[in-house]
């Protein structure tokens, strides 16, 4: 379990400094991370699932969805205290699993049509290549990372949706969960 959990976290880790920072274009530069304004942790949680039902609407479909929940991530070299991110993993496997390589194209294809811009798509470097997309929507200061994994058993996909950088109201503090 704690093998698990460790590489839950590296895997978290990894996504964020991968998926912010590099694309959301209001960065001031590029290795500081965009504003998504100001907002309270909760708040801020209800927006990124509000995104990740949104993306799960465009998989289009029959299949079950993961039920995690968000977490709260440091800005980088942002006060702690003062600004946080917002990041939701969760996963979808399809009732048919050979749909799963069209739906990849199809969110390749819609996700512009809503705003999204498509920074990545294709194989990774794993000895399964598994399929991988990464889009980001300025409008809404949200990255996505969606990987396809066509050789697991059962066949899925995987998000991770990350919002920018949040500073809390006056007077709050980060909420951590």
């Avoid at 209800?46 to 929940?69: C, M, P, Q, W």
């Avoid at 399964?128 to 809404?140: I, S």
């Amino acid at each position: 379990m704690k093998k698990v959990l460790g590489a839950q976290a590296l895997l978290v880790f990894v996504t964020l400094t991968t998926l912010t920072g590099c694309s959301m274009t209001d960065a001031k530069d590029s290795g500081s991370l965009p504003s998504a304004g100001t907002s309270t942790s909760k708040e801020a949680a209800r927006t990124v699932k509000k995104v990740s039902s949104e993306l799960y609407d465009l998989i289009g479909i029959k299949g079950e969805a993961s039920n995690s929940g968000a977490g709260v991530a440091e800005c980088g070299e942002r006060d702690p205290e003062k600004y946080f991110q917002i990041f939701h993993p969760w996963s979808f496997t399809p009732e048919s699993p050979e749909k799963l390589g069209a739906v990849m194209e199809q969110l390749k294809e819609e996700l512009p049509k809503r705003g999204w811009k498509v920074v990545e798509y294709g194989p990774d470097n794993s000895k399964n290549k598994n399929v991988r997309l990464t889009a980001d929507n300025d409008e809404k200061k949200h990255s996505v990372k969606i990987w396809h994994y066509a050789k697991r058993n059962p066949p899925k996909l995987s998000l991770m949706v990350v919002s920018g950088c949040y500073q809390v109201p006056d007077g709050e503090k980060v909420d951590r969960f």
